[in-house]
Protein backbone atom coordinates (compact mmCIF):
# COMPACT_ATOMS: atom_id res chain seq x y z
CA UNK A 1 0.00 0.00 0.00
CA UNK A 2 1.55 3.59 -0.85
CA UNK A 3 1.75 6.32 1.43
CA UNK A 4 -0.76 9.29 0.94
CA UNK A 5 0.70 11.77 -1.79
CA UNK A 6 3.15 9.38 -3.48
CA UNK A 7 0.64 9.78 -6.80
CA UNK A 8 1.08 13.57 -6.53
CA UNK A 9 5.00 13.27 -5.13
CA UNK A 10 5.35 11.32 -8.32
CA UNK A 11 3.64 14.14 -10.62
CA UNK A 12 5.14 16.42 -9.06
CA UNK A 13 8.44 14.99 -9.70
CA UNK A 14 8.05 14.21 -13.06
CA UNK A 15 7.36 16.94 -14.33
CA UNK A 16 10.29 18.70 -12.50
CA UNK A 17 12.29 16.65 -14.11
CA UNK A 18 10.98 17.37 -17.67
CA UNK A 19 11.48 21.34 -17.16
CA UNK A 20 15.37 20.87 -15.95
CA UNK A 21 16.04 18.92 -18.63
CA UNK A 22 13.63 21.23 -21.81
CA UNK A 23 15.01 24.65 -19.77
CA UNK A 24 18.72 23.65 -19.75
CA UNK A 25 19.89 25.29 -22.76
CA UNK A 26 18.88 28.76 -20.49
CA UNK A 27 21.65 28.10 -18.59
CA UNK A 28 21.86 26.20 -14.74
CA UNK A 29 18.19 25.38 -14.52
CA UNK A 30 17.69 22.34 -10.79
CA UNK A 31 14.85 21.74 -8.75
CA UNK A 32 14.30 20.96 -5.24
CA UNK A 33 11.63 19.54 -3.23
CA UNK A 34 9.64 22.11 -1.54
CA UNK A 35 6.49 22.45 0.07
CA UNK A 36 4.88 19.11 -1.57
CA UNK A 37 6.13 19.73 -5.13
CA UNK A 38 9.07 21.27 -6.41
CA UNK A 39 10.98 24.31 -7.04
CA UNK A 40 13.13 24.89 -10.31
CA UNK A 41 16.08 27.40 -10.27
CA UNK A 42 17.50 29.53 -12.87
CA UNK A 43 21.68 29.79 -10.97
CA UNK A 44 20.21 29.00 -7.47
CA UNK A 45 16.97 31.55 -7.58
CA UNK A 46 13.83 30.03 -7.62
CA UNK A 47 11.98 31.05 -11.29
CA UNK A 48 9.30 28.25 -11.30
CA UNK A 49 7.44 25.81 -9.31
CA UNK A 50 5.57 22.65 -10.56
CA UNK A 51 3.00 21.89 -7.24
CA UNK A 52 2.01 18.62 -5.86
CA UNK A 53 -0.49 17.48 -8.84
CA UNK A 54 2.23 18.64 -11.10
CA UNK A 55 0.98 22.09 -12.16
CA UNK A 56 3.75 24.32 -13.49
CA UNK A 57 3.60 27.97 -12.72
CA UNK A 58 6.05 30.49 -13.99
CA UNK A 59 7.75 34.02 -12.04
CA UNK A 60 5.49 36.92 -13.68
CA UNK A 61 5.27 40.11 -13.10
CA UNK A 62 2.19 42.32 -14.13
CA UNK A 63 2.87 43.07 -17.39
CA UNK A 64 3.98 39.21 -18.18
CA UNK A 65 0.96 37.80 -15.92
CA UNK A 66 -1.33 39.92 -18.73
CA UNK A 67 0.87 39.01 -21.69
CA UNK A 68 1.08 35.13 -20.34
CA UNK A 69 -3.33 35.38 -19.84
CA UNK A 70 -3.65 35.63 -23.66
CA UNK A 71 -2.64 32.43 -24.15
CA UNK A 72 -4.45 30.90 -21.32
CA UNK A 73 -2.27 31.03 -18.36
CA UNK A 74 -4.37 32.09 -14.73
CA UNK A 75 -2.24 33.74 -11.78
CA UNK A 76 -1.38 31.53 -9.00
CA UNK A 77 -3.34 32.25 -6.20
CA UNK A 78 -0.85 33.54 -3.66
CA UNK A 79 2.46 33.90 -5.38
CA UNK A 80 3.30 36.29 -8.50
CA UNK A 81 3.55 33.26 -10.89
CA UNK A 82 1.69 32.24 -13.85
CA UNK A 83 0.31 28.69 -14.72
CA UNK A 84 1.44 27.01 -17.64
CA UNK A 85 -1.39 25.95 -20.42
CA UNK A 86 -0.38 22.18 -21.41
CA UNK A 87 -0.03 23.98 -25.23
CA UNK A 88 2.82 25.62 -24.08
CA UNK A 89 4.21 22.59 -22.34
CA UNK A 90 3.85 21.16 -25.40
CA UNK A 91 5.90 23.16 -27.55
CA UNK A 92 9.51 23.59 -26.70
CA UNK A 93 10.37 26.03 -28.31
CA UNK A 94 7.40 28.56 -27.53
CA UNK A 95 7.92 27.23 -23.94
CA UNK A 96 11.63 28.18 -23.90
CA UNK A 97 10.49 31.81 -24.59
CA UNK A 98 8.19 31.70 -21.84
CA UNK A 99 10.90 30.58 -19.45
CA UNK A 100 13.39 32.91 -20.57
CA UNK A 101 10.84 35.76 -19.89
CA UNK A 102 10.16 34.51 -16.23
CA UNK A 103 14.20 34.33 -15.69
CA UNK A 104 14.21 37.80 -16.90
CA UNK A 105 11.94 39.18 -14.30
CA UNK A 106 14.20 37.32 -11.57
CA UNK A 107 17.24 38.69 -12.56
CA UNK A 108 15.20 42.43 -12.95
CA UNK A 109 13.68 41.92 -8.97
CA UNK A 110 17.03 40.77 -7.49
Known amino acids: MGNK ?3 NASQSNEQAAFLVATLSPLGEITSKRMFGGNGIFFAGKMFAMVNAKGDCFLKADPPLLAEFAEA ?3 KHSR ?3 GSVPEQILAEE ?3 L ?3 KKSIDVLVKSL
Do not use: C, I, N, T
Open 5 to 7: GDK
Open 79 to 81: MPY
Open 93 to 95: EVL
Open 72 to 74: GSV
Open 97 to 99: RWA
